[in-house]
C-alpha cells in the first residue's frame, strides 16, 4: 500500500456533524500535511504539523499525530456544505530531501445541507 | 500575489499531436513539481526541480513526455506525441523550502483530452 493512505475513501454526513478522517503512512516523516481539493480545483493547503507535535488546531480543524502508530486524523467541526471535497494527507518523508511530499489517495468528504 | 499560474486551463487535442502546458510559480519559491491526476491513479508526481534543475523525474510515465524550466518563472510540460491515456489534469505546484515548513502551493491545473 501507498504512502499516506487515507481512511475513509469517502464520507457522507449532515451538516453541524463532525467529520473525521484518518490517514497512515509507512516511513518516518518530518512533517504531515493536510490538503483540501474542492471539484474542478487545485488542492489548498489546510494544516501542517510538525513531528514532535502531538495536536494541531486552526478554526474548525484538528489534526492529530501519532508518530508511533504513523497516522494522523483530522477533526472538521460543525461541518458546512461548503466543506464538501477531497481532503488529502501528505507526508514529508525524512529519506527525501527539500519540498518533496508524498500524498494519499485521499477522503471525499460529502457534506449534506 | 497571483499564486502559482497554469496555462491552458482546458486543451483538447488529437493523438499523435503535440502538447505543452505551461506553469508560472509564485514569486520567490525555489522547488516547482507537475503533478497528473486521474480518477484511476489519483495524484502522481511527475518531475520536480529546484532551482531550475530537475532533481527527480521518475515519475515521467515514458519518454514522450518532458519538461525544461529555463527559468525561475517559467516550466513547460511537453508531451509528443500526445495518447488518449494522456487525458488527465495536470497540476503544477510550488513550494519555498524552509526548515520545518514546505506548503505547496497548486495552480488551477489544465485539464488535457487527448480524443
Known amino acids: 500500500s501507498q504512502q499516506g493512505e487515507e481512511d475513509p475513501q469517502a464520507l457522507s454526513i449532515q451538516e453541524g456533524e463532525n467529520a473525521t478522517m484518518n490517514c497512515s503512512y509507512k516511513?518516518?516523516?518530518?512533517?504531515l500535511q493536510w490538503y483540501r481539493q474542492n471539484s474542478g480545483r487545485g488542492l489548498v493547503h489546510l494544516i501542517l504539523?510538525?513531528?514532535?507535535?502531538r495536536e494541531k488546531h486552526s478554526g474548525r480543524l484538528r489534526v492529530t499525530l501519532d508518530t508511533s502508530k504513523k497516522s494522523s486524523s483530522l477533526l472538521i467541526t460543525a461541518s458546512r456544505a461548503a466543506d464538501t471535497a477531497s481532503y488529502f494527507c501528505?507526508?514529508?518523508?525524512?529519506?527525501?530531501?527539500?519540498?518533496?511530499?508524498?500524498f494519499g489517495e485521499g477522503t471525499q468528504l460529502t457534506v449534506n445541507p | 500575489d497571483a499564486g502559482v499560474i497554469q496555462s491552458p486551463r482546458h486543451e483538447v487535442t488529437e493523438m499523435g499531436q503535440e502538447v505543452t502546458l505551461r506553469c508560472k510559480p509564485i514569486?520567490?519559491?525555489?522547488?516547482l513539481f507537475w503533478y497528473r491526476q486521474t480518477m484511476m491513479r489519483g495524484l502522481e508526481l511527475l518531475i520536480y526541480?529546484?532551482?531550475?534543475?530537475?532533481?527527480?523525474d521518475s515519475g515521467m510515465p515514458e519518454d514522450r513526455f518532458s519538461a525544461k524550466m529555463p527559468n525561475a518563472s517559467f516550466s513547460t510540460l511537453k508531451i509528443q506525441p500526445s495518447e488518449p491515456r494522456d487525458s488527465a489534469v495536470y497540476f503544477c505546484?510550488?513550494?519555498?523550502?524552509?526548515?520545518?515548513?514546505?506548503?505547496?502551493?497548486f495552480g488551477p491545473g489544465t485539464r488535457l483530452t487527448v480524443l
Open positions: 505546484a510550488s513550494s519555498l523550502w524552509t526548515s520545518g515548513y514546505n506548503e505547496q502551493f
Open positions: 516511513t518516518s516523516i518530518n512533517n
Open positions: 504539523i510538525r513531528s514532535n507535535e
Open positions: 501528505a507526508t514529508d518523508r525524512k529519506e527525501t530531501s527539500g519540498s518533496r511530499l508524498t
Open positions: 514569486s520567490g519559491h525555489d522547488y
Open positions: 526541480f529546484n532551482n531550475n534543475v530537475p532533481i527527480d
